[in-house]
């Protein structure tokens, strides 16, 4: 008796350690004097810009290219994610993601946004240690929209035939269980692969890497399509998705440069390099596609761009623009093939390509990295080793508790909408709304 009194005390115990870090962890003080208004300033647009990227710029860009019956459910996975992963964040997220807590996850010190304070009579306000000249409320509201935009990503991978309940559970579980113990490990002061050395500057590793493996587990899951490479499945309105791409293309300024939390020198550089590497990736990808397919697309070109944006994130602010340059056309060519040849190929259903683009395109970028990372610009020395190992533990913790999510999901609610509910479409079948 007295030792199962023992094990049930050690289990409180266990339970209440993160309360007390919860009540003993206090803010990090700053006097308002000392914030930069000017970096400041820049901080609150490029969060308003990476918001931007997802609302409605990702909604748009996967909107126009699922069928016309499912148009207003994509769109609805985007804003719903975007809710939800807002509450998510404020609740438990940021605190586990980016406390100090332990190298593989953060405290609840931030439980709540705890101690995120702003005392005007003190002239005081709380300031995260990666971000010292801004206040913290800046600092994690930037955050959350990168929290928010990844799990809409993965929805790109099993477009057409999710349930929305299903997806809704598996958005909160994944984020909590994958997105935010990743974005420690890489982000957090005292993380473990940071303490390796692994470079990711915006989120190839974090963001992409983990979205498109998420992406192609789900898809495999879940199974193909009805219909899917018997019947066409064409893009219903390539209007909205030229228009979200080119939000996607101007919010993801905010996306890199905004990355150095500061208006300096590296926010420029990352500027810079973002826009080569995706106006090569553009031009890569169409050229491919046009010496393959004999004619060049829109879908192809905007699909590049994104390719060419997704692989310089992590490099953004370490690389000059010879590397830009570099990672940009190898990212239109590389995820030219990933999405096309490659997937039909191996006869996988990735819907709206989240793994050809994201995954593939975060793996390439995050090598690359390693590759042609300057010291001078960024620090640091990149080693393609160390990346190497960082992609090799994202894509198989994110593999795995995935797959567990899914296969978690499925036992208790169900995954995939029935047959008569597909071919109906989800507008109707899940919201009860279509386009006429």
Known sequence: MKKQWAALSYCLLSLLAPLVAFAAGGPTIADVKTINSGDTAWMLMATAL??????PGLALFYG???????????LMQSFAISALVTILWVLVGYSLAFTTGSPYLGDLSRLMLNGMVYLKEA??????????????SVFMMFQMTFAIITPALITGAFAERMKFSAMLLFSTLWSLLVYVPVAHWVWAPGGWLANKGVLDFAGGTVVHINAGVAGLVTALVLGKRLGFGKEAMPPHNLILTFMGAVMLWVGWFGFNAGSATAADGRAGMAMVTTQIAAAAAALAWMCTEWIKKKKPSLLGIASGTVAGLVAITPAAGFVDAKGALIIGIAAGVICFWGATSAKHALGYDDS????????????????????FAVKAIGGSD???????????????????????LLKFIDLIIGLRVSEDDEREGLDISLHGERVD
């Open 352 to 371: 709206l390509d989240a793994f050809g683009v994201h995954g593939i395109g975060g793996i390439l970028g995050a090598l690359l990295t390693g590759v």
């Open 64 to 74: 126009g290219m699922v069928r016309k019956k499912n148009i207003l459910a994509t």
């Open 123 to 136: 002239g005081q306000l709380s300031v995260h240690p990666l971000a010292s000249n801004i206040p913290e």
């Open 50 to 55: 990476v918001l931007f990227m997802t609302l």
């Open 382 to 404: 990149g080693s393609l080793a160390v990346q190497a190992m960082a992609v090799c533990i994202t894509i198989a913790y994110c593999g795995i508790v995935t797959l567990v």
